[in-house]
């Protein structure tokens, strides 16, 4: 199994108690929860930026 980064993350308390309800609703944990959002994020990240660089070299 890979090594995971751990590091100390800090937010608004309203943020966290979102974060843990949603995680709870989809029986997961609070930190498998926040992997879960920031992978999905990067993805869509990722897609709109490979999609801008096609239509920068017009083939799209």
Not at 32 to 56: M, S
Request: overall charge positive; hydrophobic content about 35%; proline content about 2%.
């Amino acid at each position: 199994m890979k090594e995971r980064k751990s590091f100390l993350l800090r937010m608004d308390p309203a943020l966290y108690q979102a974060l843990e309800g949603w995680a709870q609703q989809e029986l997961r944990s609070l930190n498998g929860q926040i992997e879960y959002v920031l992978k999905e994020a990067v993805a869509k990240r990722r897609k709109a930026l490979e999609k801008e660089e096609r239509k920068d070299r017009g083939t799209e």
